[in-house]
């Protein structure tokens, strides 16, 4: 059974880069009431050998454009992950979140067989363009989204599950 792909990307991908960007707001909000530098937290990891929040935030916006761009069969626009402030993380949100919304349903549906091969961790993987949304690209957005969503708790950053979700 088929899907449509827009359906099932636009508005998710949407919700988590508008979770994404409440996250950063709440975190600025929070060490500016702390007093504290935002990037402290931005530089954080839950442990040692995970990536720290702001390069979660940069992973999540790459698997949001990099779907857009694998499923349609376009350009996957280049960011240089040097973010290194919530305004710097902001406005690669805002693009990623502009190149999301430039598609249309047609650019995307009928695209479900498209073969898409992609590296990770070394490994070269095929999927068909269904495959790979539902399982690759959302669970990695939502794996990197969660991971910047709980750094900033860990930190103490009034979030909650609607803040998750996409909503203020």
Not at 73 to 94: W, Y
Request: glycine letters at 6%; aromatic letters at 8%; a neutral charge.
């Amino acid at each position: 059974m088929t899907i449509s792909l827009y359906a099932a990307t636009v508005p998710a991908l949407l919700q988590m880069l508008t979770s994404l960007s409440i996250t950063l707001k709440k975190t600025e909000e929070f060490a500016k009431s702390k007093g504290m530098d935002a990037g402290t937290i931005l530089g954080d990891r839950l442990i040692e050998d995970m990536l720290p929040m702001a390069r979660q935030v940069q992973i999540a916006c790459d698997h949001a454009k990099g779907a857009m761009a694998r499923i349609s069969g376009t350009d996957n626009p280049k960011f240089e992950d040097s973010e290194k402030t919530v305004a710097e993380l902001q406005a690669r949100i805002a693009k990623t979140v502009e190149f999301v919304k430039s598609f249309k349903a047609s650019d995307l549906d009928g695209q479900e067989d498209r073969a898409i091969t992609i590296k990770a961790a070394g490994n070269e993987m095929t999927f068909p363009a269904q495959t790979y949304l539902v399982n690759y690209a959302l669970p990695n957005l939502y794996f990197h989204t969660s991971m910047a969503y709980a750094v900033a708790r860990k930190n103490g950053v009034p979030l909650g599950k609607m803040n998750f979700m996409g909503r203020e």
